[in-house]
């Protein structure tokens, strides 16, 4: 029994030295009682040099205050475990990130007499983290400056919207957290009724096939305004393949869908002018050679839509003793 407890013991000892995590054992006040070769790497302290020191006096990096520090100890000298993230310092001086469990270990009275402290380097991994939090800092800040809405909606989740930009509010007059908690009923209730079968179609076809979104479309703003909107969006895949998400930018086209109506408007005013005044126009595309022509002067120069409108073709219709004119003419 003898030599089976001192085998145990020999690979229990031969475990905690070869493990990756530092290990530190203390005393009840904190004094270095044991420390693996891993607490050598991560700190550069030696087992020799770090032996009846307090850790604090060792790697103490001055980034936590007293309270973090009041709060660890009266954790662990009530027998808890006490588990966090701390900042501390390399004998060369450099900072290093560990996560940090300490197990209080007691005596057959109940009474602590020990702890064991396991350190685990995660500086790289805060490092990460920071250089991502401030990508997505730049991200949320480029998103949050363009003119139009930004999104992404969770097409397992019944099209919710996880994320809209702050500019739904200023276009539309929905605040981003009302929008995202009535999503995606709100979406469906704002669009123009004549638009929403074959909008939902579009936006069902995107994650059946994959193919970018790119269309036009009704919606009504809180104040009942009928708005005119450009949605692109693309469909997001995981690392299996499967599609997850569709995000997508959706501009406010109203201005310029006004501006369209009023210049059909204008067309319109202006061809029922003409056919009432009997005058014909033209238009002469100089780069192309191509020439196009009002109904009334279609009419009145006896040609249909399958006239080849070349500026031969227009040469073709003139007196020939005024093309050469008209050659000169197009020709400066």
């Known amino acids: 029994v003898r030599k089976q407890t001192e085998e145990q013991l020999r690979l229990q000892s031969s475990a905690l030295n070869a493990a990756a995590n530092a290990i530190v054992i203390t005393d009840v006040n904190g004094a270095v009682q044991w420390a693996n070769p891993a607490f050598t790497l991560l700190t550069g302290y030696t087992l020799e040099e770090s032996l009846n020191k307090n850790p604090r006096e060792l790697v103490r990096s001055g980034q936590q205050g007293k309270a973090y520090y009041q709060n660890m100890w009266n954790t662990i000298l009530s027998g808890d475990v006490w588990h966090g993230e701390i900042v501390n310092r390399r004998k060369d001086g450099s900072h ?6 300490i197990t209080p270990l007691k005596d057959a009275e109940g009474q602590v007499i020990h702890f064991i402290a396991v350190k685990q380097d995660i500086t790289e991994r805060k490092q990460a983290e920071a250089a991502l939090s401030v990508r997505e800092k730049q991200y949320r800040t480029l998103v949050e400056q363009l003119p139009a809405i930004v999104y992404v909606d969770d097409i397992n989740i019944e099209g919710r919207t996880l994320y809209i930009s702050p500019q739904i509010k200023t276009i539309l007059g929905f605040t981003p957290q009302e929008w995202q908690e009535k999503s995606p009923g709100l979406w469906s209730q704002q ?8 909008v939902h179609a579009e936006y069902m076809r995107c994650f059946q096939d994959g193919e970018p979104l790119d269309y036009e ?3 009504r703003a809180s104040d009942g305004r009928l708005l005119w909107f450009r949605d692109q969006a693309i469909l997001l895949r995981d690392e299996n393949g499967k599609p997850y998400l ?3 930018v959706i501009y406010d086209i109203t201005e310029r869908k006004q501006a369209e109506e009023i210049l059909r408007d204008r067309e319109r005013s202006l061809r029922e002018s003409q056919m009432i005044a009997g005058l014909g126009s033209y238009v002469f595309d100089i780069q192309r050679g191509m020439w196009t022509s009002s109904e009334v002067l279609d009419q009145i120069l006896g040609i249909d839509e399958n006239y080849i409108r070349s500026v031969d073709g227009w040469q073709a219709l003139i007196h020939p003793d005024f093309r050469q004119a008209m050659s000169d003419y197009l020709a400066q």
Request: proline share 5%.
């Open 217 to 219: 479309y009704r919606i």
């Open 246 to 248: 569709i995000q997508g």
């Open 96 to 101: 290093y990130s560990e996560e940090l469990t």
């Open 191 to 198: 669009v123009h009724p004549d638009d929403l079968e074959w």
